[in-house]
């Protein structure tokens, strides 16, 4: 599933194609690829003619276009957009740019004409072979905070599906702080901890293992026993391994994740722990030691580990 690395890839891409022009025409091939968006197809597509994209905005895993209406008015009247295009990727959504007669690709569910643009492909294409993504027009409402919405935007505003997702570490409103505070009063394990969308958002199972690898804490780590110390610790490694993955293009092991021009990530060959069982520790075998990736079952997935300098805690069996 593309992690926060991948959605800020084709956000960024998305910003650089596709803002400052207009939605010229939308066509709905799969209804199952809009069942998010409260309304008919038809009401889909009348929604989105001749809108104006303003922005690529994301939190965390969930990306959104503002949107101006046709009219070149807000409504309610404002400073900024009421309404935007909200996509989930799911485990296997792409947002392509292609030119209008590029082949229709196999999984292809929806296709937005936009307005002519020097030397950019004139159609934004939403492929899902899994069907577990999709698109919606909705309303925007106020952040909690009264910060801006996400990266790419200085609107305090979000739609509401997302309203509840916390702040991202790639967020320059993100506060550890507050972070640490709430973990230390649950009752839950780190990994479990990392990958709850409305306590720190983006983090999925490859970027939660990687991050706890390089702050040397194994994931079935108490929250309640962490100190400020080590919180900070976890919280930079997840910040410096997403920036990595990012400066790489995602994480990408099958055609599934691609970027708006159809390019594979390239940071799984950098991965130190996910996928590695029974290879060797790089840490481990850099200070002299040979200790070797495990492999423990979580949450009907995979955590990977070193069981040396990510010692299994006190009480908890090692798989």
Not at 157 to 178: C, K, Q, S, T
């Amino acid at each position: 599933m593309p992690e926060l690395p991948e959605v800020e890839v084709v956000r960024s891409g998305l910003e650089r194609w596709a803002v400052g022009r207009r939605i010229e025409h939308a066509e709905v091939l799969d209804a199952r690829s809009i069942r998010r968006h409260d309304g008919a197809p038809s009401h889909f597509t009348s929604s989105l003619g001749g809108a104006r994209i303003n922005a690529a905005v994301r939190r965390g895993k969930y990306l959104w276009l503002l949107l101006e209406p046709a009219g070149g008015e807000t409504d309610p009247p404002g400073p900024f957009p009421a309404t935007a295009l909200l996509a989930h990727l799911g485990m296997s959504g792409q947002l392509l740019l292609e030119e209008p007669d590029a082949p229709d690709e196999k999984h292809l569910k929806v296709r937005l004409g936009l307005s002519p643009s020097p030397g950019m492909p004139d159609e934004l294409r939403f492929v899902d072979q899994r069907i577990f993504g999709g698109l919606s027009v909705t309303s925007l409402v106020p952040t909690l905070d009264g910060l801006p919405g996400g990266r790419g935007s200085e609107a305090p505003l979000l739609p509401g599906e997302v309203r509840n997702i916390a702040r991202d570490l790639l967020d320059p409103h993100f506060d550890p702080e507050a972070v640490h505070r709430v973990l230390i009063r649950r009752r839950s394990t780190v990994k479990r901890a990392l990958l709850d969308q409305n306590l720190l958002s983006g983090v999925g199972n490859i970027y939660a293992d990687e991050a706890l690898w390089a702050a040397r804490l194994h994931g079935e780590r108490s929250t309640a026993t962490l100190r400020r110390p080590e919180t900070f610790r976890l919280l930079d490694a997840c910040r410096e391994v997403m920036e990595r993955a990012l400066a790489a293009g995602g994480t990408s092991f099958d055609s599934l994740y691609v970027n708006v021009n159809g390019a594979s990530g390239y940071f799984s060959r950098s991965l130190n722990a996910y996928g590695r069982e029974g290879q060797p520790c790089l840490r481990c075998a850099a200070e002299g030691r040979e200790t070797f990736i495990r492999r423990a079952s979580f949450m009907n997935r995979s955590s990977y580990f070193c069981p040396k300098c990510q010692p299994v805690p006190r009480g908890r069996r090692a798989e």
